[in-house]
């Protein structure tokens, strides 16, 4: 079978038991619902099975399932690699190096945990654009973005896009990092170096995942929008990326690469090419086909899309 149904996860954790009980992610009891419902309908297959499959042409199980998991958290070891242990399962994980190596918050999660402590969206769209006025942003320009970036996705409505979008590459830099700061501060009320770590695993877990059995694969080394950056900044970050797998473990012969945010281009596909990778997968959302799909562009499904 050439199919390939391949599921997404981030945050599984006891949600509303948490200090962050609005944060969007699964809950353990749902994780633990989830598996079950995925053993009983689908082949759940090693992340080796699947190389094997593009790589050597090997045949997977009919309705074969793969399991992955981004971004490195803490989650992944406390709470998921004990069920799938028990449940004699394997899954690939995709830490990036720097919330590893360097306990530093990403952006995408400063946001998530500043969301989650606000429901009213647009009383931050108003606290972002006063911040965006300080810093030399026009009421133009940010009407602008507004426009290019406020569009609703399945998961999120206009003003969290647009939230998220400003504050993830719209903006420059050095004025993203001020305002995600300042907010981060002003709602959830403990340093971006705090929450870092506790929210991501240590470079001896991740050490860990590797001597039980789990695939670990590439999430970059900075977790950069890699569309949205030079080709030098690419090839540096993914480089770097690989030598962190090789520091816990894991080896980097058909290394498997998952795009940070979903987001490449046609460099990337090419530098995957040329350093040895055998598998890309984005965000895409729909069942692999391996058989016709390009193998440096797979698209999965999210945890969000199988009962719970």
């Known amino acids: 079978m050439s199919n390939l149904t391949i599921v997404m996860y981030h945050y599984v954790r006891p949600i509303h038991e948490s200090e962050f009980p609005g944060i969007k ?19 759940i297959v ?41 449940r004699n399962l394997s899954a690939a994980f995709f830490p990036p190096r720097v919330v590893i190596e360097e306990d530093k918050l990403l952006d995408v999660n400063a946001l998530h945990h500043i969301l989650s402590k606000i429901s009213n969206r647009k009383s931050l769209v108003y606290d972002l654009y ?13 009407n602008s973005y507004y426009k290019e970036f406020g569009v609703a996705n399945r998961w999120d409505d206009e ?25 981060f501060e002003k709602y959830v009320g403990k340093s ?24 670990v694969g590439s999430h970059g080394s900075m977790h950069y929008w890699l569309d949205k950056s030079s080709e030098e900044k690419q090839k540096e970050d993914i480089v770097e990326s690989l030598s ?29 090419k040329e350093l040895g990778a055998s598998i890309g997968i984005t965000t895409k959302v729909k069942i692999a086909d391996l058989s016709t799909d390009n193998p440096f562009t797979l698209p999965r499904l999210d945890t969000n899309d199988f009962p719970q």
């Open 159 to 183: 003003d969290t896009i647009f939230i998220k979008r400003m504050l993830q590459h719209v903006l420059p830099e050095d004025i993203r990092n001020l305002i995600t700061t300042s907010l």
């Open 25 to 43: 992610g699964l809950e353990l009891e749902g994780f633990n619902r989830q598996l079950d419902f995925l053993e009983e309908n689908y082949s």
């Open 244 to 272: 962190f797998l090789e520091s816990v473990g894991m080896s980097t012969k058909d290394w498997i690469m998952c795009y940070p945010y979903g987001a490449y281009n046609n460099y990337t596909l090419s530098l995957l």
């Open 130 to 142: 006063e911040h965006c006025l300080n810093n030399g942003v026009s009421q133009v320009q940010l």
């Open 46 to 86: 090693t992340t080796e099975q699947v190389i094997a499959a593009v790589t050597k042409d090997k045949k997977l199980p009919k309705h074969a399932c793969w399991l992955t998991f981004d971004d490195g958290y803490k989650d992944h070891y406390i709470y998921v690699l004990p069920e799938l242990i028990e």
């Open 192 to 215: 971006t170096q705090e929450l870092s770590s506790e929210l991501y695993m240590s470079i001896e877990e991740v050490s860990t995942l590797v001597k039980k059995g789990m695939y």
